[in-house]
Nanobody, 123 residues
Framework: EVQLQASGGGLVQAGDSLRLSCAAS????????IGWFRQAPGKEREGVAC????????YYADSVKGRFAFSTDDNNNAVSLQMHSLKPEDTAVYYC????????????????WGQGTQVTVSS
């Protein structure tokens, strides 16, 4: 059974940085993607970023491109999303997801959802 353990999030001020981490256990496929969706009150769910398990492919939504970046923690097989220059509009619940591919991620097709973590950016 696939399990996703998300951590990070919190309350920061505009311009600050934050890191979200997602550790996946149990993926059966040799290749898959780890990504983050976010959901803000009154707004549509948005696919923020995705990285392939090989690390060879990454996707970032235009709204976060240049500010968010993936990194891999080799110690615990977790994938981290470094978020810089945070803006109030980044405020949302962020969900770690596992997908068959980042292409499917961009289509909103998700195989497994992790629990959400709140990110709040004050102005």
């Amino acid at each position: 059974e696939v399990q996703l353990q998300a951590s990070g999030g919190g309350l920061v001020q505009a311009g600050d940085s934050l890191r979200l981490s997602c550790a996946a256990s149990g993926p059966a496929a040799d290749d898959y993607g780890i990504g983050w969706f976010r959901q803000a009150p009154g707004k549509e769910r948005e696919g923020v970023a995705c990285v392939s398990s090989s690390g060879g492919f990454t996707y970032y939504a235009d709204s976060v491109k240049g500010r968010f970046a993936f990194s891999t923690d080799d110690n615990n097989n977790a994938v981290s999303l470094q978020m810089h220059s945070l803006k109030p509009e980044d405020t949302a619940v962020y969900y770690c997801v596992l997908v068959r591919s980042c292409r499917r991620f961009r289509l909103g097709i998700v195989e497994h959802w992790g629990q959400g973590t709140q990110v709040t950016v004050s102005s």
